[in-house]
């Protein structure tokens, strides 16, 4: 299994707090089956600049300590995006990494209790400049409970989804389980990831998580989300990407018509 989502950098964000527990993650993760993780500490685009060179520095000490102790476990460079509307822009400039650095995957989160504007417009954009945006999360951003259908329109307009492991055992209560569970069931889902945080409560637990999805999805598919797509994204290979329907009241104009046009009075 490989693991596309976790904060396991150390003294970096609000991921592990040392070395120590840094590697301490990376031995729960080897245990369990993982044999890659991509580092995704959190980025926020106001963050000085310097906190990238103390990213790539962390990392680099990390794969070294890995080696040396011999944890079998291969830690990749990454970051989560915060949501901005000038995200390609950021990315251009290589003011943090895409998964890898291979300048196609980028993993992304929004706020988790309001949904801001110009979302669509920016998955657009990532995808007219060749990015592949990975959606962080979806069933845990509060604004969209009501109507969860609404996170398929991250899928329209070229986004791919990641749903939590943590989320589908019910560690962010029943709510996010129940549409964590229905984006599986339906296989809208790209990847399942630990977003571990700590060797604590939101450790790497995407084993724990595999093992209850076969009550839900068949073993095939289980493979494709925990193993087979996050190896394309190492292999720097394009996933297919999902096509969902308009719904029936965005039937005056599809979304991607509307966004083309708005796009074009912005310039
Ligand atoms: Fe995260």
New binding site residues.
Partial sequence: MIDI?N?VIYEFDDGAKSLEESLDMLKMAADQGISDVFA?S?FNEVLNPKMEEDYFRKLKVLQEETGQRNIPVRVHSGS?IFFHHYMEQTIKKRRTSTLGDQGLYVLM?FPLYLMPSGVEETLFKLNMEGYIPIV?HPERYSALHEKPEKILNFIRFGGLLQVNAGSLLGDFGRTVKKIAIWLVENQYVHFVAS?AHSKGGRCFKLAKAAAMLEEHCDKSYIETIVTHNPQKIIDNEKLEKLTIPEHQEQSSGSLLQRVKQRLRLAR
């Fill in positions: 989502h904060h995704t959190h989560e989160e962080a977003d």
